[in-house]
């Protein structure tokens, strides 16, 4: 993924590290359930469903907060999100 296109994905995410309190990064095992996407954001290819090379997610239905998320609260979040595991 492209610098810049990487930057968006952060921001629209809006996670904080715990740790350093800055932004998280994600990993090369980091994921987005296509739940934070808006349906133009994919695009049919032979039987395929695939993700538009611009597309950043949008759809976030649980609420910003400033503080630390526990691990908990974490995990309650990942199983909001059907199909994440």
Known sequence: MDPARRTAWVKAIGRVNVETRGDWQPSKYSFVCSDHFLAD????????????????????????????????????MLHYCKGSY
Do not use: R
């Not at 609420?63 to 908990?72: E, I, M, N, Q, T």
């Open 41 to 76: 954001d994919f695009i049919q290819s032979n039987g395929f469903t695939l993700l538009k090379q611009h597309a950043v997610p949008s759809v976030f239905s649980f609420p910003l907060v400033s503080a630390p998320v526990s691990w908990f609260s974490h995990i309650k």
